[in-house]
C-alpha cells in the first residue's frame, strides 16, 4: 500500500490518522494531539482541511477548529517571508532596507 501523506510538515499519514481514530480518538484535536498533524512550519495550513474533511467522513467531529501554537522561539517577519538576507545585503551595501 503506498504512503499516502495528509501531513507533509510533520510526515503524518492516511494510516495515522485512520489509527488514531481506531483508537478512540474521535475530533480533530484529539487526533491532532495523537498524529502531530497541524503542528508543523506551516501550522496546519496545508493540511487541517485534508484531515478535518477525514476525520468528518469516519465519523468523527470536525466542526471545532484545532489549538494552533505559537513558534517556539520567536522570529523575525523577515525571516519567514525569506527577506532576511536581502535586507542584511542591503544593509552591508550602506542602502537603507526598504
Do not use: I
Not at 44 to 52: P, R, V
Not at 78 to 90: H, K, Q, T
Request: proline share 7%; aromatic share 6%.
Amino acid at each position: 500500500m503506498p504512503k499516502v501523506l495528509v501531513c507533509r510538515c510533520e510526515d503524518v499519514t492516511l494510516h495515522e490518522l485512520e489509527e488514531a481514530m481506531a483508537r478512540g480518538h474521535r475530533d480533530l484535536e484529539s487526533v491532532k494531539r495523537y498524529t502531530g498533524f497541524g503542528t508543523g512550519f506551516c501550522q496546519g495550513k496545508q493540511c487541517l482541511a485534508t484531515c478535518a474533511r477525514l476525520v468528518a467522513a469516519r465519523g468523527g467531529d470536525a466542526s471545532a477548529p484545532f489549538t494552533s501554537r505559537p513558534p517556539y522561539h520567536p522570529a523575525r517577519l523577515g525571516d519567514l517571508a525569506g527577506l532576511a538576507n536581502a535586507v542584511d545585503d542591503e544593509e552591508r551595501a550602506g542602502r537603507p532596507p526598504h
